[in-house]
């Protein structure tokens, strides 16, 4: 590119390093524009995070890549490979579960190792239905994949338009109109099952009581490949900074901002929180939808935003437990989920009472047992790096200040321990090494939240439609993040982060790369 072309490429700002981002600040800095990313923390990723106990990094966000092509892709059109940056392992376990009712069931990589799994565990017929459940899950991500999360913003109408006449019935057959519960109901016998795949409307933040059948396609993500990251999670962000930065861009950290800039109907740049001024044509806020609506990054933007129409209920938040500990009389897999008996009540508990369940479901991401060959084990003093999560309510309102005793985090612990010993499992673990993390915690870590941390729930079929998309009403500013299409969860927040790109792309007239 020479001189007097680079004097007319727009310069770009982006708000916020976590993995929307990024990925923004990578596809346009590909492009040649002059790039600088505004980062209010110490590091990059976002909910992307570790906390250390006694010096040991506890992955303390997101523990699980899937999609892994959306990530391939987006090093490969920077110029790069994904392998170069990061050492990745697929899980030949996708996660283990138990019930205190009886039963530890594996999920495996392979559906036929699935389906005996399933058949020991509670009968041949399950297991039939499973392979169907299977089949269907696949039809539904294959109908959606590129007709609904890659586009921009799309309707009821552009899905229909997209998929033509012939499509029609394969868009009737993924039961857009039904429950997610409801469909496993029809599909399981055994509700243990039924709960296990349920369970997959929490990754983008819903009750699978009122979530659209067609999050079944999650589990046909997960089929196509769970992947390990050595070293921590984190290092997918800090590989996608090292990227940016390798290409030209720049990242500052620890420079919250306070302001977009808005002349004339369009962005012109941002005011940081230290006063300093910095104009850019694009400007690109990876942060919740909803503080923009609130005004926090300027009273002038409340309206910039359509407004999410829906259920009116925030996606769940979460009270999260990073420990060490010595865990002992059941064997953890890397990821691990523990049901309780009445799991429908958890939903209930947050969605209607919205309070914070008295007995839930849990997650264990235990990145020190693995039996791996070659695996890289890492211990202080025999204590395993567990991280835990269960899930809650969000703050309420949304624009409340942070009250740490909001959630009861000691009630909480007791109740999940005594799930887990139920189960067989027991957690020694001193009080110095157990870090609790609230909704009023994560309220306090992303402004305009509340603590939801996967931003409108999808309760119904239209609420994948009502999502922000990329762009807003003012002239060169656009979104990306878990709040905006096509969603919560690592590769979706990436491709939110990608189409960002390509709308500026768009109205900017640039070329798909320098």
Known sequence: MNTSTRLHQPKAVVIGAGIGGLATALDLVSRGLDVCVYESGNEPGGKMRQISIEGQAIDSGPTVLTMR?????????????????????????????AWPQGGVLDLHADIDQSAHAIAEFSDPAEARRYRDFCSKAQQVYQTLQDSFMRRQRPSPLSLVRSQGLAGLTDL??????????????????????????????????????????????????????????RGGMQRLAESMADLVQQKGGRIVYGAPVDEIQVQAGRATGIVLKDGMRESADIVVANADVQAIQQGLLGQH??????????????????????LLA?????????????????????????????????????YICARDLESR?????????????????????????????????????????????????QCGLKLDVEAAHRVGTTPADFAHRFPGSGGALYGPPSHGWRASFTRSGAKTRIKGLYLAGGSVHPGA??????????????????????????
């Open 172 to 229: 009737w057959r993924i039961k857009p109109f039904q429950s997610l519960w409801r469909s496993l109901g029809q599909t399981f016998r055994d509700p243990r099952l039924r709960g296990l795949f349920a369970r997959y409307a929490t990754y983008c933040g819903s009750s699978p009581l009122l979530a659209p059948a067609t999050l079944m396609l999650i589990a046909h993500v997960e089929q196509a490949g769970v992947w390990q990251v």
């Open 69 to 97: 092509g959306i990530f391939d892709e987006l090093f490969r059109d920077a110029g790069s490979q994904l392998e170069a940056h990061l050492q990745l392992e697929p899980c030949q376990i996708l996660a283990r579960h």
């Open 489 to 514: 969860g690592i590769p979706m927040v990436a491709i939110s982060g990608r189409l960002a790109a390509e709308a500026a792309a768009m109205d900017f007239g640039l070329d798909k790369s320098a």
């Open 373 to 421: 060959p070659g695996g890289q084990q890492q211990a202080h003093s025999g204590l395993k790096r567990l991280f835990m999560i269960t899930n809650a309510p969000a703050v309420k309102p949304t624009n409340a200040a942070p009250c740490l005793s909001d959630t009861p985090l000691d009630s909480t612990w007791q109740a999940v321990t005594g799930l887990l010993d």
């Open 301 to 322: 933007l409340s309206k910039a935003v359509r407004s999410s129409r829906g259920s009116g209920h925030a996606s769940l938040s979460a009270i999260t437990f990073s």
């Open 326 to 362: 010595r865990p002992s009389g059941f064997e953890l897999e890397h990821h691990n989920v523990f049901f309780p008996p009445d799991y429908p009540q958890e939903f209930i508990d947050i969605f209607k009472q919205g309070q914070v369940p008295s007995n839930p479901a849990v």
